[in-house]
Every structure is written in C-alpha cells, then in structure tokens.
C-alpha cells in the first residue's frame, strides 16, 4: 500500500478555481401584459434609483451594478463595465468587490489579463478576512504567480484561511507540515489539519488521515479508524482509498472490523471520528 510519504510527494493538490454565486431572483408566472408593463417600470425605476446611488458613491450600489453587469441580470451583460462598478467599489473597501475584481484580472474578464494586479486586490480582501481571498493568495505565492514565490508566505495566507474552516487550505497545510514546506515538519499538526479537512468531507484528507492511522503517524496506531477513514473516502469514489480499506480490512478481526463499518457507516459531515476511550 502507498505510503503516506509517498502520497504527499505528489505535491499540492491546489485548486485555484474559486467560484462566487450569486442568488438571483426566481421568475415570476407569466402576468397579464398590463401587469408585465408596470412590472418593466417599476424595475426601470429601480435601476435608475441604484444607478443615482451608484454615482453619489454609494459602494454597494456600485457592488450590485457590478453584478448585474457581469450576469446580465435585468442589463446586457457587460464584463468591461462589470470591472467597472467593482472597481468603484473596491475603492471603497469592499470586500467582496474587491475579490471578484481579483478574480477577473486573473481570467482577463473585462479587463487585460494580469496576474500581479489580480494578486492586489487579493491582497487587500484577504486583509480583511476573505477566506477565499486568503486561499488563492496562499496559492499564487505557493506557485509564484503574481508575485515572487514564497511559500512560507504561502502557509501564512492557507493558516488564516485554514482557521476561518477553509476545507482545501486545511488540506494543503496538513500536507505542508507532513512535508515540512513552508512551516516546519510536524506529523501531529499535519494530523490535525488533515482532520479538520477530513471531518468538513474532503476526500482527500480522508484518505491521508486513513494512512496515517494505519501508519500510526502523528497519531497513534490504530486500525479500526484507519479503515473508517479510509471506508469513508472510498465512498466518495477514491480508488486508492477503495484499496487502501481493502487491505486494512484484511488485517482487522472480525469484532474490529465491525466497529470500524459501524463508525464510518455513521459517520456526518462535520464530525470527527473517535473511539471511546481512545484518542483521535
């Protein structure tokens, strides 16, 4: 069976993708042609009393003119404009604006593609606590995209997004202190990483957090959670984890077995597993 050492050195497994949605407004049934006329003029007013907002300055206007220009949602859909009103917005401090102006200069939507300015506004809405900001920071210095390349920097932003229960910053950090990349080697705070990711149902930490049982590394040796995390990333469709379990199977008695299926059959997103009168 693949060792967990061997496992990390696959290297990161960063998702850079970050995706934000927006909750639109659900259509209405179809309404007499009076009706859908005074429905057009009340939503004509509104648009142009947000847009009145908008150029007084008002950022969350301008945050919502953002959004409506960037979905086409009652506008055309316009990017350049979108950037636009985010850009206003962000100015102002805005969080949020300034994340999906980040997020734009780094796909090059309504604005030139460029992965230094995406990293600045990044920067400045991770600083105020955007987990998803601190994530992707965390990542374009890991990768040195952006900016000059620095992992330590790198465990810095993963460690603040980590601790807001950021799943995929919790992965990452457990394998950087199982590597010792970034922070120093530490197979117990490697552990405890891997098990806040696997407990929110990251697969992937699941089935390291199996290993490391079944290797007794940064915890203590103990097969019957082993194979619950291990059972539990199988079932999320990992073929490493399928025959990871399968072997630990092999090696469990016939009473342990059953409380290992016992554990991992009832098993809830958001719980830590943990046997009665043992350690995690």
């Known amino acids: 069976m693949k060792t967990i050492r061997r496992i990390a050195s696959t290297g990161f497994l960063i998702v850079l993708?970050?995706?934000v949605l927006f909750a639109g407004c659900g259509k209405s049934e179809a309404a007499p042609p009076v009706a859908q006329e005074a429905a057009k003029q009340t939503s004509e007013q509104e648009f142009a009393m947000l847009l009145k907002r908008a150029e007084a300055g008002d950022a969350e206007a301008q945050f919502i003119l953002g959004v409506m220009y960037r979905n086409g949602e009652g506008v055309?859909?316009?990017a350049a404009k979108a950037a636009e009103w985010y850009q206003k917005a962000a100015a102002q401090g805005d969080a949020a604006a300034q994340?999906?102006?980040?997020?734009?200069?780094a796909d090059g939507e309504g604005v030139p593609k460029n992965a230094a300015k995406a990293a600045e506004w990044f920067q400045k809405a991770a600083a105020q606590g955007d987990a998803k900001a601190q994530s992707i920071l965390g990542a374009m210095y890991a990768k040195g995209e952006g900016v000059s390349k620095?992992?330590?920097k790198a465990a810095e932003w993963w460690q603040k997004a980590a601790a807001q229960g950021d799943a995929g910053a919790q992965y990452i950090l457990g394998v950087m202190y199982n590597k010792g990349e970034g922070v120093p080697k530490d197979a117990a705070k490697a552990a405890e990483w891997f098990q806040k990711a696997a407990a929110q149902g990251d697969a992937k930490a699941q089935f390291i957090l199996g290993l490391m049982y079944h290797n007794g590394l940064g915890v203590p040796k103990d097969m019957i959670l082993a194979y619950a995390w291990l059972n539990i990333a199988a079932m999320g469709g990992g073929a490493d984890a399928l025959k990871a379990r399968d072997i630990a199977e092999s090696q469990l008695p016939g009473n342990e077995l059953a409380e290992a299926q016992?554990?991992?059959s009832n098993w809830k997103k958001g719980q830590i597993l943990v046997r009665e009168g043992r350690d995690r």
């Not at 994340?99 to 200069?105: D, S, V």
């Open 262 to 264: 016992r554990l991992s």
């Open 150 to 152: 620095d992992v330590a």
């Open 99 to 105: 994340f999906i102006l980040g997020l734009m200069y």
């Open 17 to 19: 993708a970050a995706a």
């Open 76 to 78: 055309p859909q316009d």
